[in-house]
Every structure is written in C-alpha cells, then in structure tokens.
C-alpha cells in the first residue's frame, strides 16, 4: 500500500475535512491545541453563568465574551441551540419577558448538574490563566503590531522543520527551542515587572 504525505492528498481533502481537525482552523493560543470549549463544555459554561440570576440569551453572549477577554466570541447559532439542548434536559427553564425577550433561569436539577460538574467547570474557567489563554488580551498593544509578523516566521520555520523529517528527536528539539524561547521572554517580562 502506498503512503501519501497529507500535503499530496490535495486541496479538496484538506477543505472537506477541516472541520475534524479540532482548532486548526482557528487562531489563537488555542489553535494548535484544539478549540477552547471542548464538546459539551458551551453547556457547562452557561449553566455557570446563569448560577447568579436568570439572563437572556444576548446578555449570555456578552458574558461568554467578557468572560473569555474577547478570545472567544459566542454565536446565536451556538448559544441559543444549546440553551434549548439544556431547556429539553431539564437544566434550564425559559419565560418571556415583556418585549419577547426570552429569560433562562437555572431549574433545581441545573443547580445539581452545577454541582456534579463543579470540577469540570473550573478546569474550563481554568483555562484562562496568564500561561495559556489570557495573554492574549494583550493583543490590541500598538506596539504588538511589530511582533507577529516575526512570530509568525518562526512558527512557519518550526512547522516547516517538523514538516520535513517524520524523526521524532527534530520535533522534540523543536519543541524544546520553543519552549526555551518562551521561558525566555517570561523572564524578561518578570524582570520588567519587578
């Protein structure tokens, strides 16, 4: 049987099955990892935040995005399916509000469901710390500008070294350059700081 390297297997491929390439689409800190909210996890993540009071549906959203510093950014097409996937679970209870707004509120077995994830929902909200996600926030500096574009060249000569040796020591010695790299620059910043 002959094997193909991914990169001959053609456009068309790489389109059509993007999607089960978890995160490799996205950018982000996340986007070699996977996406942010695993599956199941948008759920969680709202019945956590509907833990303080009832909100509609557009103030979740906004929530979701405050919560995440603007890394991820919450759809309708996500938010309100899975409102409804928690409202037929038996986790969420909808009213109307005058103007039609529609208000969900956590039911008892909601706040059940809270507390037997508990665990999973802080590993979630975990995921925001400064080494991993919320960095990022940083992002909009005018003086960050001048940094991605040699950000991205090395990222590109890492890949491409990886990319052209199946030897696992090249990926682990890149790996090992990188996270040499990044040691380096949190150094610098903690001295700046201090």
């Known amino acids: 049987m002959r094997r193909y390297h991914y990169r ?7 389109r059509r099955h993007r999607r089960h390439r978890r ?9 070699w990892q996977g996406r942010f909210f695993g599956r199941g996890e948008v759920g969680l993540a709202l019945l956590s935040l509907l833990e303080d009071g009832p909100k ?13 510093e603007g890394c991820y950014q919450a759809s309708s ?19 109307e509000e005058e103007g039609g707004r529609r208000t969900y509120q956590l039911t008892d077995a909601g706040r059940s469901k809270l507390e037997e994830e508990a665990e999973a929902i802080a ?9 991993d996600w919320g960095g990022w926030s940083h ?6 500008a001048e940094l ?4 991205f060249r090395l990222m590109q000569e890492a890949v491409r070294a990886v990319g052209a ?21 949190r150094e610098l910043r903690r001295e700046r700081s201090s």
């Open 8 to 14: 001959h297997i053609g456009r068309h491929y790489r």
């Open 123 to 131: 590993e979630i909200w975990g995921r925001l710390d400064e080494d």
């Open 77 to 95: 097409g996500t938010i309100y399916p899975t409102l409804q996937q928690l409202q037929d679970q038996g986790l969420v209870a909808s009213s």
């Open 23 to 31: 995160g490799r689409t996205h950018f982000g800190p996340w986007a």
């Open 139 to 144: 992002a909009d500096h005018p003086d960050a």
């Open 165 to 185: 040796s199946d030897d696992p020591e090249v990926r682990e010695k890149v790996r090992a350059i990188l996270r040499r790299t990044r040691e380096e620059i």
């Open 56 to 68: 509609h549906g557009y103030e979740l959203m906004t929530l979701l995005e405050e919560r995440t």
């Open 148 to 151: 991605i574009r040699p950000c």
